[in-house]
């Protein structure tokens, strides 16, 4: 068996339950890495990220280094002598970091690898309409999300899932898959396979606000999945009256519309439909520029369509 001294990076809810899981089975947790203390809110309060906060209340020492390559940082990883690293849900690393550890550094990611390599493939999974994905641990080298595979768990993606569904399940997928992979690396029984790079390799690259622009032009079906794969975070919109109005939760019914794709029909006090290429998208959950997240009823009660 192997001592393991570990040290954790990661920054948001996701990492959390992979943190937790490892300190529950009594690993060594010899430190934390993650983001700086970031403003937050009207007031800008600095507020430390999610792992932070789990770090302090179990007492494990937290590292929030601006430059990964500065010299007093990588003397911190030094004197601490860790020997293995687990990464979930963090920023690039560069090599002086990765390579540092005796048993390596690994990484967590949310698909099924090499599909789906890049910042984003939760969303871009339910965009594309695919259903399954899952999780894979696997050790980092020089180019992102392409090292030797450890372990994978596949995930079914439910028709009515979002975003915000399929992340949460993950989060525990891969949680699980974490100990599992550190469980190996203890016992020295890590078998790596090299990601196989056949057929047609999907992208996941990050999310900006112009990729989240509804094309009503598209299949009905193809709009359902865009909008359900940006939900509840950042959102697809679509503009109304000179107005940005992010739309969260559909259904849709394919049946082809007599008006062009982006043409809207409502009774103003119950339904909204937009029609798409070959049938109708139901708003069930909106938010309007400068407004409150809302239901469609409550939204017709107080905006004229």
């Known amino acids: 068996m192997r001592n393991l001294k570990i040290i954790f990076m990661g920054t948001p809810d996701f990492a959390i339950p992979s943190l937790d899981i490892l300190v529950k089975h009594g ?6 890495v993650t983001a700086p203390d970031k403003p937050r809110g009207r007031g800008q309060k600095l507020t430390p990220s999610p792992v932070k906060k789990y770090a302090t209340e179990h007492q494990i020492p937290v590292l929030q280094p601006t430059n990964l390559k500065a010299p007093d940082f990588l003397d911190q990883l030094k004197n601490i002598g860790v020997n293995l690293q687990v990464v979930v849900a963090f920023r690039m690393l560069p090599e002086k970091v990765w390579s540092y550890p005796a048993y390596g550094t690994f990484n967590l990611h949310a698909s099924l690898l090499p599909q789906y390599r890049g ?21 980092i080298k020089h180019e992102i999300d392409t090292g030797s595979i450890i372990y994978q768990e596949k995930a079914q ?15 525990i997928t891969g949680a699980e898959l974490v100990l599992k992979t550190v469980q190996a690396i203890e016992q020295d029984k890590v078998e790596l396979k090299p990601q196989t790079e056949t057929g047609d390799l999907k992208k996941a690259p990050k999310i900006n606000k112009d990729t989240c622009q509804i094309q009503w032009d598209q299949p009905v079906r ?5 909008i359900r794969g940006l939900a509840p975070y950042p959102a697809a919109w679509t503009e109304h009256e000179g107005k940005i109005l992010k739309i969260y939760r559909t259904t849709f019914v394919e049946e082809p519309p007599e008006q062009a794709p982006g043409s809207i029909n409502s009774d103003q006090k119950n339904f909204l439909h937009i029609a798409a290429s070959d049938g109708w998208i139901q708003v069930k959950e909106l938010q309007v520029q400068g407004k409150k997240r809302m239901q469609t009823e409550e939204f017709l009660r107080g905006n004229k369509i």
């Open 27 to 32: 690993y060594n947790i010899v430190a934390v």
């Open 222 to 226: 193809q709009v359902y999945n865009f």
């Open 119 to 139: 910042a984003a493939p939760i969303n871009w999974a339910i965009m594309n309409g695919e259903t399954f994905t899952g999780a894979t641990t696997f050790m």
């Open 157 to 171: 993606i439910k028709d009515e899932d979002d975003a915000g569904a399929l992340h949460d399940r993950l989060m």
